[in-house]
T-cell receptor, first 115, second 115 residues
C-alpha cells in the first residue's frame, strides 16, 4: 500500500529562520516521485518541488530544498529564510508507477511564520 | 497557458439538489483527476481519466457521484442528490503522461456547501 505521513500538524517559525517539514512515505514501487505543494489561505494548490526516486542529489528550488533519505523513506521539505508569505498549509505527496498514476497526499502541516 | 479552469468557484445548494462541477484541463494533458478536500479526510482522490477514459473510480464515495469526460478539454463531476456531508472543496487537476516525474497542475477548486 502507498502511504504518506506528515506527523506535524502545525509548525511555528520566525521570519528569516529555516524550518523543516517532515514527510515519510511507504511504497514497494522502486520508481516514484515525491512532491511538495503549498496551499495558502486562498485555497489554491501550488507546486513547490519534486524529487525522483532515482535522483542522486537532493532537489532544490530557490529557498526550498528537499532532504531525501531513501533508506529512511523520508522526504523532508526545508524552507530557508522564512518569509511571512510562507504561512500556509504544506502537503507532501507521492506518485508511484506500479500503483497507478494518482498522487496520494499526506494530511498536511500548517506553517505559521511570525515577524 | 490559462491553467486548469474550474467552475463555479463557489456553489451553495440545498440538500437533494443536483450539483455539477466543471473542469477544463490544460491543453495537451492526457490525465485528469478529481480530488475532494475536507478537514477530516484531507485530500482524497475521487476518480481519474486517461485520454478521456475513466481509469480508477474507486474513490467515488457512492452512486450519487458520477464523473464524465466527453472530450479532452472538458470534464464534469455530478452529485445527485446532494447531501450536507458532500460539503467540501473539489479540485480538478491535470497531468501530462503517467510517469512518476510528472506532477499535477491544480485548478482553483470549487467550494461546495450543501445546506
Amino acid at each position: 500500500a502507498q502511504k504518506i505521513t506528515q506527523t506535524q500538524p502545525g509548525m511555528f517559525v520566525q521570519e528569516k529562520e529555516a524550518v523543516t517539514l517532515d514527510c515519510t512515505y511507504d511504497t514497494s514501487d522502486p520508481s516514484y516521485g515525491l512532491f511538495w505543494y503549498k496551499q495558502p489561505s486562498s485555497g489554491e494548490m501550488i507546486f513547490l518541488i519534486y524529487q525522483g526516486s532515482y535522483d542522486q542529489q537532493n532537489a532544490t528550488e530557490g529557498r526550498y530544498s528537499l532532504n531525501f533519505q531513501k533508506a529512511r523513506k523520508s522526504a523532508n521539505l526545508v524552507i530557508s529564510a522564512s518569509q511571512l508569505g510562507d504561512s500556509a498549509m504544506y502537503f507532501c505527496a507521492m506518485r508511484a508507477i506500479k500503483a497507478g498514476t494518482a498522487l496520494i497526499f499526506g494530511k498536511g502541516t500548517t506553517l505559521s511564520v511570525s515577524s | 497557458d490559462a491553467g486548469v479552469i474550474q467552475s463555479p468557484r463557489h456553489e451553495v445548494t440545498e440538500m437533494g439538489q443536483e450539483v455539477t462541477l466543471r473542469c477544463k484541463p490544460i491543453s495537451g494533458h492526457d490525465y485528469l483527476f478529481w480530488y475532494r478536500q475536507t478537514m477530516m479526510r484531507g485530500l482524497e482522490l475521487l476518480i481519474y481519466f486517461n485520454n478521456n477514459v475513466p481509469i480508477d473510480d474507486s474513490g467515488m464515495p457512492e452512486d450519487r457521484f458520477s464523473a464524465k469526460m466527453p472530450n479532452a478539454s472538458f470534464s464534469t463531476l455530478k452529485i445527485q442528490p446532494s447531501e450536507p456531508r458532500d460539503s467540501a472543496v473539489y479540485f480538478c487537476a491535470s497531468s501530462l503522461r503517467g510517469s512518476a516525474n510528472y506532477g499535477y497542475t491544480f485548478g482553483s477548486g470549487t467550494r461546495l456547501t450543501v445546506v
